[in-house]
């Protein structure tokens, strides 16, 4: 039997409410080394932005990082997971989303974890490249 989310996932997910700026995210990301931000509202995941949506859909844009929230640029379509769900569901979810990260939510919708290509590859003892990857540290 494969292993649950719960097992696998990073829990407490950093995130910031939807009135947070592009600015307050991308130092976050920087600080934490790492490439998306769950955006919540009332404490309930509504969207996620990464490092490639403030390029692309801000910066690219012109828009001012300091003065843009949050809702304008994030992803709010979102396929969640649930921390009893298998990682075989997660890991054909991906495939099917063409995504490298899913956040995990309980059953209010509030953000609890999020469960990554490498946090799959690790459980399942992968040796190979993608394993070796995902051990390591951040390169910021």
Not at 78 to 92: E, F, H, M, Q, S
Not at 115 to 137: H, Q, R
Request: aromatic content about 2%.
């Amino acid at each position: 039997m494969p292993p649950r989310v719960s097992d696998v996932m990073t829990e407490a997910p950093l995130s910031l409410p939807l009135d947070a700026t592009l600015y307050e995210a991308a130092r976050v990301m920087r600080d934490e080394g790492i490439g998306d931000v769950l955006v919540t509202y009332a404490g309930r995941l509504c969207g996620v932005v990464t490092d490639r949506d403030i390029v692309v859909r801000a910066v690219a844009e012109s828009r001012d990082t300091s003065l843009t929230p949050l809702g304008d640029v994030c992803t709010a379509e979102l396929t969640t997971v649930r921390p009893d769900d298998d990682t075989g569901t997660v890991a054909r979810l991906m495939c099917e989303q063409a995504v490298r990260r899913l956040p995990v939510v309980d059953a209010e919708q509030r953000p609890v974890g999020i469960v990554s290509i490498g946090d799959l590859a690790m459980a399942n003892g992968d040796a190979g490249p993608l394993g070796e990857i995902s051990k390591a540290p951040p390169n910021n």
